[in-house]
């Protein structure tokens, strides 16, 4: 999900007006020193912007494994889309 990196990288911002290079094994914590926070917002942000449902994220089986921006990637692609009838 493009989304995610366009959104951690816009976190990230720029160094002498290059934007950071996000890559999929980039840690949230270690690299980034993103509060837990931070994350949530752009979990939120990319949820809601691609139709994915917030609900039930316990029963994700990456609930509480989410260190890198793959794992977001892949969290988020576990969970339902929303149903927009």
């Known amino acids: ?16 007006d290059i934007p950071f290079p996000v890559q999929a094994d980039d840690t949230f914590d270690g690299i980034y020193r993103m509060d837990p926070d931070d994350l949530d917002d752009i979990y939120f942000e990319v949820a809601e912007k691609l139709g994915i449902s917030k609900e039930n ?29």
């Not at 999900?1 to 002498?16: C, F, H, I, P, S």
């Open 1 to 16: 999900m493009r989304e995610v990196y366009n959104l951690v990288q816009e976190w990230a911002g720029k160094y002498e």
């Open 57 to 85: 994220s316990e029963a994700n089986p990456y609930y509480d494994k989410v260190e890198t921006v793959k794992d977001l990637v892949l969290f988020l692609n576990d969970q339902p889309r929303v149903n927009n009838e």
